[in-house]
């Protein structure tokens, strides 16, 4: 009887041939802004409240490197730098219009890119595959609420 395939291994070979198929997405459209740009973009989008110290959390980085990140997206006129309404002293980071309309794009064109790999298995496997998603996610988010938050020495970007 033939040995079954290492689960973990496949999920790593598949997550790096999907970073591949999104990496190209990307790389078709001559999207000139840096992947480090792109997610600092992406994570400041998804977190309205986000500050420059928060940022930093995020990106596992120290805040210095974090602003000098943002001040190279304020002077592309993707990001803004504006007082919280609430605490005058504080800086929210809010990408521009622009920004905005560069994520969305680029969200299409990977959806586009990776609709186009789905097209090619057949229903039942695409079926299998949503349901394996769905339980992973669901895995993690209760490894997640059971984990307490650890927190590593911050990096340079």
Not at 109 to 114: F, K, M, P, T
Request: with cysteine; charged share 25%.
């Amino acid at each position: 009887m033939e040995r079954p395939p290492n689960l973990a291994a496949a999920i790593d070979a598949a997550a790096e041939a999907l970073i591949g198929v999104l990496d190209s997405a990307t790389s078709r459209h001559h999207v000139t802004v840096p992947p480090t740009q792109l997610r600092v973009l992406a994570l400041i989008s998804a977190r309205p409240d986000t500050n420059v110290n928060r940022l930093a959390e995020l990106l596992d980085v120290v805040p210095s490197s974090a602003s000098r990140l943002c001040d190279r997206l304020e002077a592309t006129g993707l990001l803004r730098r504006v007082a919280d309404p609430r605490d005058r002293r504080e800086v929210r980071l809010v990408p521009t219009a622009a920004a905005q309309t560069l994520l969305r794009e680029l969200k299409e064109r990977r959806h586009q890119a990776v609709q186009a790999i789905l097209d090619r298995m057949p229903a039942r496997a695409q079926n299998d595959l949503l349901l394996s998603l769905l339980a992973f996610a669901q895995a993690v988010e209760a490894g997640a609420a059971t984990q307490p938050d650890t927190t590593t020495t911050a990096r340079t970007a």
